[in-house]
């Protein structure tokens, strides 16, 4: 599983930004998380 980090904070679905990795957005591929990450100037994660 992959997501998504901006500012030290993960991304959740609804896109605000959390501390809590649980509610972090996750991904299945990291094609998906950084196609994301490359519009919102993050970087991609690997969690779990």
Known sequence: ?????VL?????????????????????TEEQATKLADKLGGRVAKIG
């Open 8 to 28: 030290h904070s993960y991304i959740t679905a609804k896109g605000k930004r959390t501390h809590d990795k649980n509610l972090a957005w996750r991904f299945n």
């Open 1 to 5: 599983m992959y997501t998504i980090i």
